[in-house]
């Protein structure tokens, strides 16, 4: 099943590399990220972003995710800007040894800070309740706060903390990623 789900991502992501898009990276001490967003008009609607990611972490945790967003642009006499999309998410545990898939809704909210160098604070949420955490899951919290700096107009540097838990059936709750990170966002 793994092996499965894993051949459709990198299917998916390869279909969507001819696009233009975004690769978005991070690390931490004890994990690392890669995401992929591209424009929505990939699958025939334009307007929002398809994102793949992969996640891994030092204890030997991985996830693969995809999901679809839309988000505001911000104006000049408007400096925030917001979002809302789903999020599939498929984690393969090592300790406990489980595999949990999650349908997740989320949200996201950027305040743009005006300067020379354009920067912003960014965070994001997405949860998924009992009702669409499958496998040993119960439930799914993934947030996080950035502080971004645009280094030119096709990268941005961040850092900032991201905490995800997934609650499991009849065990303590797992906290697959719970730290700061930095990282780097490239446009092309």
């Known amino acids: 099943m793994t092996k499965r789900i894993l051949a459709g991502a990198a299917l998916a992501l390869a279909a969507t590399l001819a696009q233009a898009g975004e690769l978005d990276f991070y690390l931490s001490n004890k994990s690392l990220q890669a995401r992929y967003l591209t424009d929505t008009a990939a699958i025939g609607y334009g307007g929002g972003w398809l994102g793949i990611g992969g996640f891994h972490n030092d204890r030997g945790d991985n996830q693969l995710d995809i999901g679809l967003s839309v988000q505001g642009t911000p104006t000049s006499d408007q ?12 984690a393969f545990l090592d300790t406990p040894s489980e595999n949990v898939q999650a349908l997740a809704l989320g949200g996201l909210a950027r305040f743009h800070i005006p300067a020379k160098m354009p920067m ?8 998924a309740p009992d009702i669409t955490t499958f496998g040993k899951g119960d ?13 030119m107009p ?3 540097a961040y850092f900032g903390y991201r905490k995800e838990t997934i609650g499991l059936s009849g065990l303590a709750d ?3 990623e719970d730290r700061f990170h930095v990282g780097v966002r490239l446009v092309f």
Request: glycine content about 12%; proline content about 3%.
């Open 174 to 176: 797992h906290d697959l």
């Open 120 to 127: 912003a604070v960014a965070g994001q949420i997405h949860y």
């Open 139 to 151: 439930s799914l919290l993934d947030w996080g706060l950035d502080y971004e700096i645009e280094v």
């Open 79 to 90: 400096p925030f800007s917001f979002g809302l999309g789903i999020r599939g998410y498929f």
């Open 154 to 156: 096709s990268a941005t």
